[in-house]
């Protein structure tokens, strides 16, 4: 499986960004989605999770109502809206895919990408 992350950049306070996450190797509907980020010194952190089917999604408290996750089955991409940017959503985000496990633990993840990194300036 590989999973490529794009999207990431420079945004201000406010703005907005969305994320996008191909995936490629294995059939893309048994898998659920993850989106992670990790901040320098910190620990990487669950953002938002979406099932295979779509239907069912988690957000991280930091991030209700502000950021969207979304997947289109037919192009194998996983998407992440995020909005109201605050410079504490500054780090390297990354995807990732599941078939078992919690959704919010990484541990849970067999599959990650490389990152793409989201700097909001304040």
């Known amino acids: 499986v590989q999973l490529q992350a794009s999207g990431g950049g420079l945004v201000q306070t406010g703005g907005s960004l969305r994320l996008s996450c191909t995936f490629s190797?294995?059939?893309?509907?048994?898998?659920?989605m993850g989106w992670f980020r990790q901040a320098p010194g910190k620990e990487r952190e669950i953002v938002a999770h979406?099932?295979?089917?779509?239907?069912?999604?988690y957000y991280a408290d930091s991030v209700k109502g502000r950021f969207t996750i979304s997947r289109d089955n037919y192009k194998n991409t996983v998407f992440l809206q995020m909005s109201s940017l605050k410079p504490e959503d500054t780090a390297v985000y990354y995807c990732?895919?599941?078939?078992?496990?919690?959704?919010?633990?990484?541990?849970?993840?067999?599959?990650w990408g490389k990152g793409t990194l989201v700097t909001v300036s304040s």
């Open positions: 990732a895919a599941r078939t078992q496990g919690s959704p919010i633990r990484p541990t849970s993840y067999a599959y």
């Open positions: 190797g294995r059939t893309f509907e048994n898998y659920g």
């Open positions: 979406i099932s295979w089917g779509g239907g069912s999604t």
